[in-house]
């Protein structure tokens, strides 16, 4: 399971727009790089390479969830 979540755009309201994520798994702080195109840059892999594709599935549904949430919320 992943903890502490955490994402911030690298660059706001662009067309290639990317974000910095991060979180804790199995206590081990893991980080990376999120684009437009579902493409993931680790910048701390996890150490558990096997598990690797679980969690760049994670992280791709809870940046699709976020980022839809935020952006696409109706206007007041």
Request: cysteine-free; hydrophobic content about 30%.
């Amino acid at each position: 399971m992943l903890v502490h979540f955490q994402y911030k755009p690298l660059q706001h309201k662009q067309r290639n727009q990317s974000w910095l994520f991060s979180f804790y798994f199995q206590g081990q702080f893991t980080s990376g790089t999120y684009y437009y195109d579902g493409t993931i840059e680790w910048d701390s892999p996890p150490k558990q390479l096997d598990k690797e594709e679980e969690l760049k599935h994670a992280v791709h549904d809870l940046m699709l969830y976020h980022v839809y949430e935020d952006e696409h919320q109706p206007q007041e």
